[in-house]
T-cell receptor
Framework: DTAVSQTPKYLVTQMGNDKSIKCEQN?????MYWYKQDSKKFLKIMFS???????INETVPNRFSPKSPDKAHLNLHINSLELGDSAVYFC??????????????FGSGTRLTVV | GQNIDQPTEMTATEGAIVQINCTYQ??????LFWYQQHAGEAPTFLSY??LDGLEEKGRFSSFLSRSKGYSYLLLKELQMKDSASYLC??????????WGAGTKLIIKP
């Protein structure tokens, strides 16, 4: 199936640990994103990345880093996890130049709980 | 700053019609999206408006007035499965999506 897939779906870890969330899209899109959805349900952009440019939301701590081995993958690595990092993280992708009418396709989300 | 405002929660009855409003103030405008998000799931695309007027797609319609910075999502013949959050998002002049916090819609029998 064509989709945006991210793993794991659930992640429970202790403070101070380092963890990664993986994302892959087989839609042929040229841009991928990481969003954080907090308890108030706001979707906040963390990163957007295509093969030309990484755009970082300046409010994102540098403990968070995107890693893209190729245009179909954008993984999220988090160092020294903190309690406030607990949230749902969504990966998404989009394709520029197709009329912009389809917005983003989202992965199913990773619920991160830091204890 | 940029902001998107929509009601936090709405309640409606199965079979009825509900209108979810969204007002926005953004740096430029390159389209407005409505997404549906069921609890614990990813947002899914519902509609896109870039010109003023009404876009109809089955039971769902979306309206846009750019001069008023206003949109609404109209849901007809409500079904229990329509219980979800509805997110309004505006693409600004830099083609970045600015998201509202979503409206939680509760459908009662």
């Amino acid at each position: 199936d064509t989709a945006v897939s991210q793993t794991p779906k659930y992640l429970v870890t202790q403070m101070g640990n380092d963890k990664s969330i993986k994302c892959e899209q087989n839609l042929g899109h040229d841009t991928m994103y990481w969003y954080k959805q907090d308890s108030k349900k706001f979707l906040k952009i963390m990163f957007s990345y295509n093969n030309k440019e990484l755009i970082i939301n300046e409010t994102v701590p540098n403990r968070f880093s995107p890693k893209s081995p190729d245009k179909a993958h954008l993984n999220l690595h988090i160092n020294s996890l903190e309690l406030g990092d607990s949230a749902v993280y969504f990966c998404a992708s989009s394709q520029a130049g197709q009329g912009f009418s389809y917005g983003y396709t989202f992965g199913s989300g990773t619920r991160l709980t830091v204890v | 700053g940029q902001n998107i405002d929509q009601p936090t929660e709405m309640t409606a009855t199965e079979g009825a019609i509900v209108q979810i409003n969204c007002t926005y103030q953004t740096s430029g405008f390159n389209g407005l999206f409505w997404y549906q998000q069921h609890a614990g799931e990813a947002p899914t695309f519902l509609s896109y408006n870039v010109l003023d007027g009404l876009e109809e797609k089955g039971r769902f319609s979306s309206f846009l007035s750019r001069s008023k910075g206003y949109s609404y999502l109209l849901l007809k013949e409500l079904q229990m499965k329509d219980s979800a959050s509805y997110l309004c998002a505006v693409r600004d002049r830099d083609y970045q999506l600015i998201w509202g916090a979503g409206t939680k819609l509760i459908i009662k029998p």
